[in-house]
C-alpha cells in the first residue's frame, strides 16, 4: 500500500499568499495614518504645553526663557514662537515653521492648519496669535 504525505498543495498555498497580501493592502495605509494623527496630536500637545509653560514661567518669574523649556524645544519644529515681547509677557505664535527641521512633513503641516482652526496659531503671512501673561488673566 502506498503511504501519501499529508501537506498543503501549491494551489493552496497561493490562495493564502492572495489573501495576506489583500489584508496587508488593507492594513498598511491604516497604519500610516495613525502614525501621522499621533505625530499631530504630539504636536499641538507640545504647542499647548509650551504656552502654559511660558505662562507660568513669567507669572513667577517675570522672565520667559523658551531655551530650556523641551515643550517649546520640540514646538518650534512645526511653529515659530516670537517672544520679542516676552518682557512684556507678549508671545507670538505662527504656524509658518519658516527655517525650522520639519517644515515640509505632512504632520507639520496637517498641526499647523488644526492649530490655527483651533485659533492656537495665527496663519502665516499674520502677526501671530498672541498670548498675553502676567496680569491677573491670561488672555489667549
Same mark, same amino acid.
Given at each position: 500500500m502506498i503511504q501519501h504525505?499529508?501537506?498543503f498543495t501549491m494551489i493552496e498555498l497561493i490562495f493564502?499568499?492572495?489573501i495576506i497580501g489583500i489584508l496587508a493592502s488593507v492594513a498598511i495605509p491604516r497604519l500610516a495614518a495613525t502614525r501621522t494623527d499621533a505625530m499631530v496630536s504630539a504636536a499641538m500637545a507640545n504647542l499647548t504645553t509650551c504656552v502654559k509653560n511660558i505662562g507660568n514661567a513669567y507669572t513667577a518669574q517675570r522672565t520667559v526663557n523658551m531655551g530650556t523649556n523641551q515643550s517649546c524645544i520640540d514646538t518650534r519644529r512645526c511653529f515659530t514662537i516670537v517672544? !520679542?515681547? !516676552?518682557?512684556d509677557g507678549m508671545i507670538s505664535v505662527i504656524s509658518d515653521g519658516a527655517g525650522l527641521l520639519d517644515v515640509s512633513e505632512s504632520y507639520c503641516i496637517a498641526a499647523?492648519?488644526?492649530?490655527v482652526n483651533n485659533g492656537m496659531a495665527a496663519p502665516a503671512g499674520d502677526g501671530g496669535k498672541e498670548y498675553h501673561f502676567g496680569s491677573n488673566k491670561v488672555v489667549y
Open positions: 504525505k499529508k501537506a493564502v499568499i492572495v517672544d !520679542a515681547f !516676552a518682557e499647523r492648519q488644526l492649530a
